[in-house]
């Protein structure tokens, strides 16, 4: 793992570079994820630079002292700029709340972007009452919550469920509802014609956190936007169909 320090603490990110001339791309994780959910975007690298990072408090970054919501999410999009700027990357590719931070990054940052994937995401991340509850008291309710069929996966490999869960666990329960309370307070469906960026939304077909109507309304709102759907898969699409996921992107990205 590379490291870039900014506002004071270390934001750790994998970078995989094979020589190709295109330029990079910049992977975001969703709540109470990290970079390791993004193993198989390596496979891209042989095109352009892949970096995917942890956001702070996540896998080897250092945690930032912010409250849910807002300021949490201005704390990611620091995190992202500076792993953009020090790796080169000019396309992000967001999932759940990475999206979120890719979205507020295009909107309300300086960083020349050539484009964007927003994979199981929304303009809009309410989040169910009960999860939140259980977050707060029931941290390992919320987990296998997560976990049940259609959610984060459609009908996935034991050990992606046990990579995922792990991942969650390693954020730990604070961090992750952090997230959580974060995607739920954001909303920028009256903001989204301010993003002139090309961009891509995926979904997995059966995602039931982010389903696929999230993503046709960003297709439809988004001055330049289209939208993929990706057959048996739930919210971790990128990871239950890398290879179906890859060629969208893949696509995407060599029409830019």
Not at 107 to 128: F, I, M, N, S, Y
Not at 170 to 175: I, L, N, P, S, T
Not at 179 to 192: A, E, I, S
Not at 196 to 205: F, I, K, R, S, Y
Request: glycine share 8%.
């Amino acid at each position: 793992m590379d490291e870039v320090t900014h506002h004071g603490r270390t934001t750790a990110y994998r970078r995989s570079d094979r020589g190709g001339s295109e330029p990079g791309v910049l992977c975001v994780h969703g709540s109470g994820g990290s970079h390791a959910v993004w193993k198989s975007q390596f496979r891209l690298a042989d095109d352009r630079p892949v970096v995917a990072l942890d956001l702070s408090g996540h896998g080897e970054s250092d945690d930032v002292d912010a409250d849910a919501g807002y300021e949490s999410l201005s704390a990611y999009a620091d995190d992202v700029v500076a792993a953009a700027e020090e790796t080169g990357a000019r396309v992000l590719v967001g999932n759940s709340l990475g999206g979120a931070v890719a979205m507020t990054v295009a909107l309300e940052r300086d960083l020349p972007l050539d484009g964007l994937v927003l994979a199981g995401t929304g303009a809009k991340l309410t989040v169910l009452d009960d999860l939140l509850a259980w977050l707060s008291d029931d941290f390992d309710r919320a987990v296998e919550f997560l976990h049940k069929p259609d959610r984060l996966f459609h009908d996935p490999d034991e050990r992606y469920l046990d990579l995922s869960k792990e991942a969650m666990y390693d954020a730990g329960r604070a961090v992750t509802e952090r997230d959580f309370r974060t995607c739920h307070g954001f909303d920028v469906r009256d903001r989204l014609g301010e993003i002139d960026v090309p961009a891509l939304a995926v979904v997995g077909e059966h995602d039931k956190l982010t389903p696929p109507w999230y993503h046709e309304f960003l297709a439809e709102e988004m001055p330049d936007c289209d939208a993929v759907v990706v057959d048996d898969a739930a919210h971790l699409a990128m990871l239950e169909r890398p290879k179906a996921f890859n060629r969208a992107v893949s696509a995407f990205l060599d029409g830019l």
